[in-house]
């Protein structure tokens, strides 16, 4: 994987677009509603996160692409775009929230049709190698009956810290989940 970086400086609200051999993490944009919303409207998305309802609201997607480039935002979204490399301009999506101490939270979704190709374990690797926030730690969760996304974890070197569990507002349920910490300048 090469992990080449650079900053986007041609919106208001600046933020590293990072690039993989097989696609660009960038900065969420207005056109990309259309496969956002195609996307996270699929019950298979969905239920493998904690936040995305299904059915998706009407304005979900616009809601999530505003927060995403506001000034102010705790957390950074990057699309997982492949449109340089011929494959689709939103491939999945990948977001870092700032939580306190110098500490981040990854989580991700690929669309299901890139499913067991790779993206996943590619996009993870290539914002670890670059670590736009400077964590110390990131950390991550997957429910437990996500453990395709526990391999991309733990093959990106984080280690399982113990069972929790979250509430999935697209199951309408509480799911249990397995916790990962990555810690930065080790791997």
Known sequence: ?????????DDACPQMTMTADRFNLRALRASDAGLLGMYLGDVRVADMT???????????????ITRANAPDRSEDFWAIDGSAQGHAEVMGLLKLNRLDRNQSEIRYWVAPAFWNSGIASEAVACVLAANPQGACDIYAEVFQDNPTSARVLTNAGFAYLGDAETFSVA?????PT????RKMGTA
């Open 1 to 9: 994987m090469t992990a080449q970086l650079q900053i986007q400086t």
């Open 178 to 181: 397995w916790t990962y910490v």
């Open 171 to 175: 199951r309408g349920a509480v799911i």
């Open 50 to 64: 904690r936040q995305i309802p299904n059915p998706l609201p009407p304005d979900y997607v616009t809601n999530m």
